[in-house]
């Protein structure tokens, strides 16, 4: 699962550049930061470089944590920073595909409920794979929920795999990878108190969305592993994806509002010029505000 770095990135501005499809998909459970400009930016120009579409969608999903005026403010950053984008359907919109999905993976036999608790989880011996290597199990076949019982749907990662075989994924950075999930074990698809796990929303809203090159932080460069072969159970159509850098706080820690990264909100409010941020942002060259 390792990531290989191509020396450079792609030519910014290249008159062959294709007409992408690229989204920003904020959660709206804190403010935005300066991380999440960066990502938003990276998209937003990889898709007008082509003369692409770049796409807003905002995965408010997360029950209680959602914050229906946290997006409102993000429209505000993003106008801030000198964006233009389409906004796309919210995902508290499409729970019925979510399902129709799940049902598809439990019927062919890619998912199983399981009510156990992480701990339990942790508890359990590992799965060894065809080729020998260990990873983590799920409580396949040992776990029966009583009806009622609030359960989780999880990825049977081997059956799955041995369904789709050697499949590969394009990072336009890291190149040609071949999709090897197995480290995350039997990952959950449906959560116990929500309607699709972020693995199963994305890639389902994805498609939706005829996105055709996913970007986001590296941070999520694993879990792409995971999408490709949803995409393929489920036949859905294969994006590219672009994995960028981070953008680090002076501990090299990911920014975080919990390690006081200051919001975006703020320094809007601030009377700080936007466009000019962004700009600094797309030379890596900028003040933490911190
Ligand atoms: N809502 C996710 C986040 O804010 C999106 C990640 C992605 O771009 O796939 O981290």
New binding site residues.
């Given amino acids: 699962m390792n990531e290989t770095q191509s020396p450079s990135p792609p030519a910014h501005g290249s008159p062959a550049a294709p007409a992408r499809v690229t989204r920003f998909?904020?959660?709206p459970n804190g403010p935005l930061h300066l991380g999440h400009a960066y990502?938003a930016i990276v998209a937003h120009d990889l898709a007008m470089e082509g003369g692409g579409r770049f796409l807003l969608r905002i995965?408010d999903i997360d029950g209680p944590r959602s914050l229906p005026e946290l997006a409102d403010e993000f429209r505000r950053d993003l106008d801030w920073l000198g964006l233009e984008w389409e906004e796309v359907p919210v995902q508290s919109t499409r729970l019925e595909t979510y399902a129709a999905a799940a049902r598809i993976l439990r019927e062919g036999g890619f998912a199983y409920p399981c009510a156990c608790t992480r701990a339990q989880i942790r508890t359990l011996p590992p799965r060894k794979g065809a080729d020998g290597r260990e990873y983590p199990g799920g409580c396949r076949g040992r776990c029966n929920p009583a009806p009622g019982e609030a359960a989780a749907l999880r990825l049977d990662i081997e059956r799955a795999m041995t369904a789709v075989g050697e499949i590969v994924w394009t990072d336009e950075r890291a190149g040609s990878v071949v999709a090897d999930p197995r480290d995350f074990g039997d990952v959950v698809i449906v959560r116990k108190d929500l309607p699709a796990s972020?693995h199963l929303a994305?890639t389902l809203d994805d498609a939706a969305d005829a996105v055709t090159l996913?970007t986001?932080g590296r941070d999520?460069f694993e879990?792409s592993h995971i999408h490709r072969v949803l995409q393929e159970l489920l036949h859905l159509p294969v994006p590219d994806w672009h994995h960028h850098e981070l953008v680090l706080d002076a501990d090299g820690e990911k920014l975080a509002k919990r390690r006081g990264s200051p919001a975006l909100a703020d320094r809007r409010r601030s009377g700080e010029d936007g466009k000019m941020l962004a700009e600094q942002l797309r030379l890596r060259n900028f003040d933490l505000g911190t």
């Fill in positions: 998909a904020p959660s990502s995965e972020y994305a996913v986001r999520l879990a």
